[in-house]
């Protein structure tokens, strides 16, 4: 149950967020971007079977580079990119460790 309305609340943060770029409002960006990632671990924490940290830590770099993004100088932009760089690095390590390499005779 605490799933749904996390869902729920996701989606209407999500749609908030929508509408903040389209109306390119920051104030709208900035108070829902920030959000979305926290409330996808909180679902992927309560509704997981086996939690995994790296799954974690790549939502985690995820919401580092939207928070970096949401300014566009310099500094942010290279922060951001690295943020989103190291959150695949630890994907690609969670998926890598996760997939059964052998293969039958």
């Not at 390119?24 to 909180?42: G, N, W």
């Not at 924490?45 to 995994?52: C, E, F, G, M, P």
């Not at 919401?63 to 690609?92: C, P, R, T, W």
């Amino acid at each position: 149950m605490i799933g749904i309305i996390i869902l729920i609340i996701l989606g209407i943060f999500s749609l908030v967020n929508l509408f903040g770029e389209y109306k390119d409002s920051f104030i709208l960006k900035c108070l829902s971007k920030p959000l979305l990632m926290p409330l996808l671990i909180a679902y992927y924490v309560l509704t997981a079977q086996d939690i995994n940290i790296l799954i974690i830590l790549a939502l985690f770099f995820g919401l580092l580079g939207d928070i970096f993004l949401l300014k566009s100088e310099q500094l942010n932009i290279m922060l951001g990119i690295a943020s989103f760089f190291l959150g695949h690095v630890f994907y690609i390590t969670y998926f890598l460790i996760s997939i059964d390499f052998t293969f039958p005779p």
